[in-house]
């Protein structure tokens, strides 16, 4: 199994930033991505940003320009720095790790973070 710390969620007003972290511990060999998901009331769950193992990144088209994800390798940590922030992004964040258990891709979520944005 896969354990995670996260950190640095909160309530800012918009045009504000909040920094996420997810520290990532446990059965971490062949971790193939790490990134963020976030759910809003009543939405889907989706993607914010990606990061492969590789270093490729892709974000949703909403948040690009104003939000960068980065990692850690050495401590299987990985951040997610929020500019600019708008109401509608106002969710649940939640930690992803995707790793190879033989041929199969499994994927692992963190217990969530709130990030609250004021208008």
């Known amino acids: 199994q896969v354990q995670f710390v996260e950190s640095g969620g909160g309530l800012v007003q918009a045009g504000g930033s909040l920094r996420l972290s997810c520290a990532a511990s446990?059965?971490?060999?062949?971790?193939?991505?790490m990134g963020w998901y976030r759910q809003a009331p009543g939405k889907q769950r989706e993607l914010v940003a990606l990061i492969t193992s590789g270093a490729m990144i892709n974000y949703v088209d909403s948040v690009k320009g104003r939000f960068t994800i980065s990692r850690d390798n050495a401590k299987n940590t990985v951040y997610l720095q929020m500019n600019s922030l708008k109401p509608e992004d106002t969710a649940v964040y939640y930690c992803?790790?995707?790793?190879?258990?033989?041929?199969?891709?499994?994927?692992?979520w963190g217990q969530g973070t709130q990030v609250t944005v004021s208008s």
């Open positions: 992803h790790v995707a790793r190879w258990v033989g041929l199969k891709l499994m994927n692992y």
């Open positions: 446990g059965s971490i060999d062949s971790i193939n991505a």
